[in-house]
Structure formats: C-alpha cells, structure tokens
C-alpha cells in the first residue's frame, strides 16, 4: 500500500481507502451471491476458479502506469468482489467434505488464507530493490494457481446438497435459529478488530520505530510473520476444539485477543523490542485462532442446503464492519496520539464475547 501511495502520489488517506475498498467490493459480492444462492446452486469448485481467474486479472490491472486514485480504487473493489467467489465458497466446499471435524478442517483452510494475506508482505520484504509490480504479479499468478488446482483436484463434496433454485428468503431465514445468531453475532464481534488489526501491522511496528529509532526494524519480514503466525494458531485451535468444543476454544482465543487490544499501548512505552515482537506475534495467534471456530459454528447451525449462503451472508456482514474499524483507526490516527488508538479494538472481543455467552449450548462439544 505504502508503494501504491508514494507511485501514484496519492494522499495519506489513501491507504485506509484502498483497504476498505477491497472490503467494500467483497461486501458488495458476498450480497450479490448470498440474495442469488451462488454457491449452492452451482459448483463451488467452478465459481471458485471462475472467481480467482477474474480476481487475478483485477489485481494486475494496479500495476497500469496511467492509473489514479479513483481507478485504483475501482480495480480494489473488484478484486474484493470476485474473493466473495472464493473465501466464503472455500468454507462452503469444506463443509460439503466434512460433516464431522469441520472445526479442524476449516482451521487448515482459513489457515492457509491467513499465511496467503501475508504472503505479500514476505514478496516485498524479499523483493529488496526490485520492482513493487512484481508482487501484484506474484500474488495473481499465485490466485490463477490456487484456482485451477481446486478445479482440478477438488470436485464437489459428497455431502452437497445444491439448491435448485434462487431463495431470496433464505437471505433472512438464516437468521431464526438462537444459536445461528449468537455465532454469528461472535464472528460479527471478531471481524472488528481483525482486519483493522492486520492492516495496521506494519503501522504499529512503524510507529515503534518512530519511537525509538536506534532499534531497527525489518517492517515488511515481520508483518509477514506477526500475520502468518496466525495460520498456526487456526490449526491448533482447530485440534484443540475436538477436545473442549468449538464454541468454548473461539471464546478463550477471543478473550486472548481482548486483552491484547487493551494491553496495546504497553509495546511502545517499555522500549524493549523483543517485548514488541513477542507481544504481536501472541496477539498475531490469538486475532484469528477464532475464525474457522466461527464458521464452523455458523455452518453447524445453518440449513444444509442454504449452508452456502449462510456463510456467505454472515461474511457479507462481517466484512461491512471491518470498513468502520479500519476507517475509524485511520482517522483516529492523526487525531491522536498513535499509541492508544488499538484500545478501540476491544470493543469487538466484548461484544463477540457477549453474544457467546447469550447463546444456547446446543452444539456438540465434538465437531
């Protein structure tokens, strides 16, 4: 984003901009396909590719010369819109394999999402003096990849149940069920401090080294580790779930992340900088360990043939509050001192917590 700013001359704002545009477009794609039942009227394998195909193609538009803010921000929110074909329909195209383990199974698939959100960050901390372009070009060759291989080696699952038709009442029907809500309402809770959490990595170590510039930071290697250390923590809470629950493991990894919110302003004022990356690297763990939990409360506790457009929607959501997190840190930032604005986060954990503890018991302790 940095590179996206200083190539194009774009303004400070900018960079919360362009990542809410991304959100912005999958919101906008993640409605459209839940209102038209996408992913369960048609083979989540098929939309997965055609959506990684035509997302890709979007990405690499942002290395054209002639662009500006408004195309760049254009070209953000479709490739935001065409991930609603392949997150969401991951989930989905996991469900359809798992009746039993999802918790475990969607804990290797969102983490591998986590370590694919912060591939970019390894890109350009490897790149050195090469060209900014080459890591838009690495990413959507990557996408095309990904695409073709679930094409190719992942057909439909045996437990789908397609939809034949489009339910435009299933849109508000997900939402009946006490338990449905209260996951729901928890992953609602978890999506506020997520994604403005990631995005703010590289911030906060920038804002360290602000602070204490004889300590000197490789910015780009460790966000790519503070983020991708995630993808470790979803696995394990996904073994650790068939053991104490689903819902029960989500709501410790969401109070861990709770506390680290709140206990945010400590990394800057102590100076120590095995302190900072110890810290982030735990609250790196503990910020998505809860998301495959989540789903797989959300998928356990939806309809079998809307399960598809249940995520989806429940995504669509999700993702619509990020905006407001991230777009409220960016403006807090020159509004105040830098160092306490991640206190904000907490409220997200607490509301998710809060909805947990509302909801019924009624899913099995043994995914």
């Not at 804990?107 to 790149?127: E, Q």
């Amino acid at each position: 984003m940095n590179d996206l700013v200083l190539n194009f001359h774009l303004g400070g704002a900018a960079l919360g901009n362009l990542t809410s545009a991304v959100q912005f477009g999958f919101i906008s794609g993640t409605l459209l396909f839940a209102v038209l039942s996408v992913a369960d009227r048609f083979s989540p394998s098929k939309v997965f590719l055609a959506s990684a195909l035509i997302g890709a193609l979007f990405n690499t538009g942002m290395i054209w010369q002639g662009n500006n803010l408004a195309s760049l921000l254009v070209l953000r929110f479709l490739t935001g819109f065409f991930l609603a074909g392949i997150y969401p329909v991951g989930m989905k195209i996991a469900a359809d394999y798992y009746e039993k383990g999802l918790g475990k199974s969607l804990g290797f698939l969102v983490g591998a999402l986590v370590i694919g959100t912060a591939f970019p960050h390894l890109l350009k901390g490897l790149s050195g003096a090469l060209p900014w372009k080459l890591v838009l070009l690495g990413t959507s060759g990557m996408a095309m990849t990904g695409g073709l291989l679930m094409y190719l080696l992942v057909p439909d699952g045996p437990f789908r149940k397609p939809g034949q038709k489009t339910d435009l009442y299933a849109f508000f029907q997900v939402f009946k069920s006490p338990d449905f809500r209260s996951a729901a309402f928890g992953y609602f809770g978890h999506m506020w401090e997520l994604y403005a959490f990631w995005a703010f990595v590289p911030v906060i170590l920038t804002t360290y080294q602000s602070l204490y510039p004889e300590q000197t930071l490789h910015v780009p290697v460790l966000s790519f580790l503070i983020i991708s250390i995630g993808g470790i923590s979803c696995v394990i809470g996904g073994y650790i779930s068939q053991n104490i629950g689903t819902k029960r493991t989500a709501a410790i990894a969401l109070f861990v992340s709770c506390l680290c919110c709140l206990g945010s302003p400590l990394v800057f004022h102590t100076g120590s900088m095995v302190f900072l990356i110890g810290f982030l690297l735990l609250w790196g763990m503990a910020v998505i360990a809860d998301s495959p939990l989540f789903s797989t409360l959300v998928a356990q506790n939806a309809i079998a043939k809307t399960r598809g457009t249940a995520l989806t929607i429940v995504n669509c959501i999700g993702f619509s509050i990020t905006i407001v997190s991230i777009q409220l840190l960016t403006a807090l930032k020159d509004l105040m001192d830098p160092v306490y604005i991640y206190l904000v986060l907490a409220v997200g954990p607490i509301m998710g917590l809060i909805a947990l503890a509302r909801g019924k018991n009624t899913v099995p302790l043994k995914p």
